[in-house]
């Protein structure tokens, strides 16, 4: 039968299994249980500060916009700048736009446009004038608000600017004045000492991606930039997406929580947005050491669970393995050695109950063995099953009667020991072709055998058994033939008769003693028929009860006979 998944080669195996599995499932659950608990903690604390940098971030680009509108009011209140302006030459203006600049300090950019929407100063851009300005819906959102001002972070020259749009009146809309300030790199470090995380302005725009400032490294920043541009990767991607829209973004091997959160932009400026990141890895760093030792309990937990179990395995694995062997040499039929415990518990008892039962076994073998040479193994099998009762019961069986012609005269010829010798050697060769045949000795009676075929093993074939046998007797008959005459002995002849009918098969004599066989009229007609075969110069005599249970033999009709006992007639057959 093929092994299981779950069957072992050794007891050993299984116990060693059924320790150490339930105690690293117990370890490995309380190890992974507090790493995951450590790691989702930790990532409900990256999620809160980047939603308060975020916040932080939206409070500060509205206080830079107020304070850029505070300082375009004052500008457009300011005498000298009112002045210069009325005097419509460019030059001044410019001169009097970039003094102010250095002067204020706020800003990093100033554009005056007319009412019409056409450039008269740009400070980014000195010889640029007369040209439509690119924001006209941010004039557009300044002339319809209630304060008559506009904010909104714009792309100039791929840089990205927060502009403050603000009127000069003197007292009618004169020009716009437009301030700006860069979000650049000292913007968003400014940022990050604020809210503690990586910050990043990334724009987006017809599948590229460009970091426009950033708190991180080069190295980052360029993974960074391939991410956004990669299927919009520099949001959290399907999955990772954690509370208030976090997720997970590696960059460089290294996982970061990540928040995007979109600027306020004009149309047709791309899509620029914030990236607020916290590296996983160093907020877990603190966490660490606990892990390691957890680790290391939970190896030295192994181990010590191995110890325990492989002692346990040693402790009841070797008493075992001794009883296997100890019923291996008794299933062999070595039953002498004795195993010796010391044990008190139920190996011990173990122990002792298999010495027990090999002792019993060794009584047995001995009976067995002394039975099987008075009786045949399967009658001795018979009488040591259990069932040896007085009693007996019907069976159709086919009887053999073999005798020696004048064994009388033979004993007068030769000694007594050399008719011993003769006949046992006759008598054991004529039992070893019954038995080949599947016959069953019954007796021996002097130097007549009566053998039994379909008892007390019941067999379909019995009669045809019983006719091979006999003519197998006769040709082991011819084989003695060959060793008397080397042995100057006289040749042996015999008769055989065999008869098939109902006899009663059973336990017979008295309650002390009792002795397996067969009764009834076809034990007496094949004992007759045996003595037949001297009227009739036949070896083998078999009834027509046996001739018909026996086809396929070359039979010869004898004709009818009267047997003694017998009030009809009998059809005998030779062979």
């Known amino acids: 039968m093929r092994r299981g998944a779950w069957q072992f080669a050794s007891f050993r195996g299984r116990l060693l299994v059924f320790v150490l599995v339930p105690m690293l499932a117990v370890l490995a659950g309380v190890f992974f249980s507090v790493e995951r608990s450590t790691s989702a903690n930790t990532r409900t604390v990256i999620n809160d500060s980047l939603l308060v940098g975020r916040d932080t971030l939206q409070r500060l680009l509205a206080e830079r916009r107020d304070t850029l509108l505070a300082s375009s009011a004052l500008l457009t209140a300011d005498f000298a700048f009112r002045t210069a302006y009325a005097t419509e030459n460019y030059a001044t203006r410019l001169d009097t736009a970039q003094n102010y600049l250095r002067r204020v300090g706020i800003a990093d950019a100033m554009i005056i446009v007319s009412p019409d929407g056409i450039v008269e100063v740009d400070t980014l851009h000195p010889g640029r004038q007369g040209v439509s300005f690119a924001w006209p819906e941010l004039l557009d959102a300044a002339d319809q608000s209630e304060s008559y001002t506009a904010s909104s972070v714009v792309l100039i020259d791929d840089d990205a600017y927060q502009l403050s749009v603000t009127p000069f009146l003197a007292p009618d809309l004169k020009a716009w004045i437009v301030v700006g300030r860069r979000l650049d790199d000292a913007f968003v470090r400014e940022l990050k000492r604020l809210v503690r995380a990586e910050v990043s302005v990334v724009r987006r725009t017809a599948g590229k991606a460009t970091v426009l400032a950033s708190s991180l490294d080069a190295t980052h920043r360029a993974a960074l930039a391939r991410s956004a541009a990669n299927a919009d990767a520099s949001r959290p991607a399907a999955g990772t997406r954690g509370a208030a829209g976090t997720g997970l973004l590696e960059l460089e091997g290294a996982a970061y929580v990540t928040l995007q959160e979109p600027l306020l932009q004009l149309e047709g400026s791309g899509e620029v947005s914030t990236v607020l990141q916290r590296s996983l890895d160093q907020a877990l760093a603190p966490y ?272 009818e006979v009267r047997v003694k006992g017998k009030s009809e007639l009998i059809v005998i057959y030779g062979l």
Request: aromatic share 4%; hydrophobic share 45%.
């Open 288 to 559: 660490r050491p606990l892990n390691q030792r957890l680790l290391l309990l939970f190896m030295l937990g192994v181990l010590v669970a191995g110890v325990i179990a492989l002692w346990l395995a040693q402790n009841l694995s070797q008493p075992v393995a001794a009883l296997a062997k100890r019923v291996e040499r008794i299933a062999r039929g070595d039953y002498a050695q004795v195993m010796s415990s010391t044990r008190r518990d139920e190996l011990g008892q173990l122990a002792g109950s298999v010495n027990d039962m090999a002792r019993g076994l060794a009584d047995r073998e001995r009976v067995r063995d002394l039975l099987g040479k008075v009786v045949s193994k399967e009658i001795a099998s018979e009488l040591l099953s259990g069932k040896v009762e007085l009693g007996g019961e019907e069976r159709q069986v086919t009887v053999l009667f073999s005798d020696i012609r004048n064994f009388t005269t033979l004993c007068e010829q030769l000694p007594a020991t050399q008719i011993v010798g003769l006949l046992n050697r006759y008598l054991s060769r004529m039992s070893e072709v019954i038995e080949s045949q599947g016959g069953v000795v019954d007796k021996y009676i002097g130097d007549a055998v009566m053998a039994l075929f379909g008892a007390p093993v019941a067999r379909a074939d019995a009669a045809t058994a019983a006719v091979r046998a006999a003519i197998a007797m006769q040709e082991a008959l011819d084989e003695l033939h060959a060793l008397h005459d080397a042995e100057q002995l006289p040749r042996l002849a015999t008769g055989i008769g065999v008869h098939t009918g109902t006899v009663v098969a059973g336990n017979l004599g008295s309650t002390h003693r009792m002795n397996y066989t067969v009764i009834g009229d076809a034990v007496n007609l094949a004992s007759r028929l045996q003595g037949l075969t001297r009227e009739h110069d036949s070896a083998i005599i078999v009834s027509a009860a046996t001739a018909a249970a026996a086809p396929g033999f070359a039979y010869r009709p004898l004709g």
